[in-house]
């Protein structure tokens, strides 16, 4: 035993035992993703901090350019493809406002695939203090609301839309207001049909499939596997008030109901190592 713990090899046992984990435990599999996860979008962050600020100078929508080219291989790491239809429906000409599901941060790695240029998002205000991914996002121009104030977020709402004309520019909204893996779409809030109608910018729909057929949380379960995500047509604001706000919304919820529950029937099942 005494020579085990002499042994040069010592150091290399974590590495050692790395695979045989990666294959036998499930749970092991799930937080060594996430932790990667997380850690490896701070250090991209990191990186991108000071080509933001060399590129722009400093806050600029245009940032987003880089941050999307940054952070697209990171899907390859945890095993996730992304199958994408109906891209034609992002070939519109200046502002609109997209809205997508929420399930988790793994969202943020569909955004990036299909980001349109000149789009940024609209994200809760404690994201600003997640250390080097909340500078960045900062440095994206992303719209951080309180969602806790209602008053705020409107106020902030009426600014987007504001600028959302004054600077040709998109932005991206979860109109759910918080993840959602219960295997349907929570009910919308109103903030992002405000803004749509406030800018007479048209919506964009776009709906991510069920990530349930490879990642369960509360199971513990993070294999690899296929997103579908799927660019729904434009839905057009123009001429619409802040009456019509009710009606855009169930319009766009049917839709997008619609077409996750059409995701539900099409997505390739996990092909991670499914006998943990």
């Not at 722009?56 to 994408?84: A, P, T």
């Amino acid at each position: 035993m005494d020579a085990l713990w002499t042994s040069p090899l010592l150091p290399l046992l974590p590495l050692l035992l790395l695979p045989l984990l990666m294959w036998t435990s499930s749970t092991f599999v799930f937080y060594f993703k996430k932790c990667f996860y997380v850690a490896w979008m701070m250090c991209l962050a990191l990186l991108a901090i000071p080509l933001c600020v060399l590129k722009s100078g400093g806050r600029d929508v245009e940032n987003m350019r880089l941050i999307r080219s940054l952070v697209r291989h990171v899907k390859y790491f945890l095993g996730l493809r992304f199958d994408v239809s109906g891209w034609e429906h992002l070939q519109t000409e200046g502002p609109y406002v997209i809205i997508s599901n929420h399930q988790s941060s793994l969202d943020v790695l569909g955004l990036m695939e299909v980001l349109p240029d000149r789009c940024t998002m609209i994200a809760k205000k404690e994201l600003i203090y997640c250390g080097t991914v909340g500078l960045v996002c900062w440095l994206g121009g992303i719209v951080f609301i309180n969602r806790k104030k209602t008053s705020d977020a409107k106020s902030v709402m009426a600014e987007a839309a504001k600028t959302m004309l004054d600077d040709q520019i998109r932005l991206w909204v979860f109109p759910e207001g918080t993840r959602n893996q219960k295997g349907d779409l929570l009910p919308f809030k109103k903030g992002a049909f405000h803004l749509a109608v406030a800018a007479q910018a048209p919506i964009i729909p776009i709906v991510f499939s069920s990530y349930s057929n490879f990642y369960l949380r509360k199971e513990k379960q993070f294999n690899s596997g296929t997103i579908r995500l799927k660019i729904l047509p434009k839905i057009d604001t123009k001429g619409m008030t802040s009456d019509d706000v009710g009606a855009l919304l169930d319009t766009s919820f049917n839709a997008m109901l619609t077409a996750f529950r059409d995701t539900a029937d099409s997505v390739p099942q996990s092909n991670g190592i499914l006998h943990h």
